[in-house]
């Protein structure tokens, strides 16, 4: 009887585990406070949380870290993220741990974040440095982005491409470094990045002037000659200019979904009738019954769905003159829906083979606790042994069902991509004007704001849209 007690007890105890807090649930609030224009707001209801060692701290000091960015809250965002950076360099990101917990509820073990999420948070932490004038700072950050892709691709196999924003960014640090400093080494480095972007997006026009521009400040002659021949003359700006640079941040990303029930995505199913047939089970466990206990089980592997995008890009209007517009260098939500289905075409076969085992060991536990009561002493016990035996079976695998289930946690207030402009002026006062700029080319609203342009420096906007 001790022995069925404890089979029940243990039942008992996975399906009280998995009723914590739920993220998707708490995030509500927040996030109706974020996207109805009330960052901070939406930011102060994480406080709470991001204190305290839990299994989603990194989620909400990433969400955290996000809606203080946009609101402007630069130096308190990059505190935020570089806190989110600690928790996320000592948690474990394998690959082989992801699949065998994604049938265990992953909800309950700590949130590792996506590979582009935790790329992310030195991103926005480049970004905040570039906002409070501290190009050291956000070159060392936009520095880190790539290098975690590349551990990334080394660790699991990947091969995620170099981040073009970042790498953009990581130039303009160079840049101000250099200029602050006369510092030939840091326009060298610029430099060198500048090559790179056009080596790995070589279409990428707005690269073509700074390729001159640089070649040219280095005095590098014969590379100056090269990239006028391949582009035409681009750098012909204003003596004495300053420079006016435009990060738009646009939309919001996918998040995650579920895929609906187990057995109706045809390639999990087709896996876990592979999985059944290799594996030789207990006395009295059948596949009729692994069927069966899986006819209602959840998809345990999400899927990133797209959400609101509503605008193609940012004109900049300068004094009622346009003079550019924002180009996408950072993907977001492709990057989010192509990084979770790569992962799945990885995945789905291990989780397919280890649902196949808990199950059986659920069906294994009625039968064994059928049998234990059989054997008992009270007749009362023995008579009742075919309900013990149900019991029992149903408790493990009513546990098991809830654990079957898929992890929707993720960061829920990123933009759907990252833009870019960079308009070359004279120094003074201007009259800026964004045109938001729809799918169909369409301006559906207009911005105004007074800008200041200084000889040789670099003054930044950022703007982020939430539709």
Not at 62 to 74: C, F, I, P, Q
Not at 166 to 182: R, S, V
Not at 286 to 291: E, H, P
């Amino acid at each position: 009887m001790r022995k069925i007690n404890k089979l029940l007890l243990l039942a008992f105890i996975v399906i009280i585990s998995s009723c914590s807090p739920d993220y998707t649930k708490i995030i509500k609030e927040p996030e109706k406070k974020f996207y109805n224009g009330q960052p901070v707001e939406a930011a102060r209801v994480f406080i709470p949380h991001i204190n305290k060692k839990n299994k989603d701290q990194l989620l909400f000091l990433m969400e955290a870290g996000l809606m203080l960015h946009t609101a402007d809250e630069y130096t308190k965002s990059a505190e935020v993220f570089s806190k989110a950076g600690q928790v996320a360099a000592t948690i474990s990101t394998s690959l082989t741990k992801q699949a065998a917990s994604l049938f265990l509820n992953e909800k309950s073990t700590n949130y590792k974040g996506e590979d582009f999420e935790r790329v992310l948070i030195h991103m926005y932490l480049g970004i905040n440095y570039l906002m409070v004038k501290n190009p050291e700072s956000a070159r060392v950050e936009f520095k880190k982005v790539n290098d975690e892709l590349n551990r990334i691709n080394q660790q699991s196999g990947k091969q995620y491409r170099q981040n073009i924003m970042a790498k953009y960014l990581t130039a303009i640090a160079y840049e101000m470094i250099g200029d602050m400093d006369n510092d030939q080494e840091a326009w060298e480095y610029a430099y060198v990045e500048y090559k790179q972007i056009y080596g790995l997006q070589p279409g990428l026009a707005l690269v073509y002037r700074d390729l001159e521009r640089i070649s040219a400040k280095l005095k590098y002659t014969d590379d100056y000659r090269q990239w006028l021949r391949k582009f035409g003359k681009k750098d012909a700006i204003p003596a004495g200019a300053g420079e006016l640079i435009v990060i738009y941040q646009a939309g919001r990303s996918a998040i995650k979904q579920s895929r609906g029930p187990l057995m109706s995505d045809k390639a999990m199913a087709g896996a876990i009738q592979v999985a059944i047939g290799s594996m030789s089970f207990e006395a009295g466990v059948t596949i009729a019954a692994i069927t069966a206990t899986l006819r209602n089980a959840e998809h345990p592997i999400p899927k990133f769905v797209k959400r609101s995008n509503r605008i193609q890009k940012l004109n900049i209007v300068i004094n009622g003159r346009t003079e550019g517009s924002t180009i996408m260098l950072e993907d977001i939500e492709n990057t989010a829906v192509k990084t979770l289905r790569d992962d799945y075409s990885r995945i789905y076969k291990k989780v397919a083979a280890g649902i196949v085992t808990k199950v059986a060991a659920s069906i294994a536990t009625g039968i064994a606790a059928k049998k234990i009561a059989e054997q008992a002493d009270n007749a009362y016990i023995k008579a009742a042994s075919g309900c013990i035996g149900i019991a029992a079976g149903a408790g493990t695998g009513a546990a098991l069902m809830s654990q079957i289930k898929p992890d929707l946690r993720c960061w829920h207030s990123l933009p759907a991509n990252l833009q870019l402009e960079r308009i070359f002026l004279k120094p003074g006062k201007y009259t800026l004007t964004l045109q938001f700029i729809d799918k169909n080319g369409a301006v559906v609203r207009t911005e105004t704001d007074e800008v200041e342009v200084t000889g040789g420096g670099k003054t930044f906007v950022n703007y982020r849209t939430l539709y």
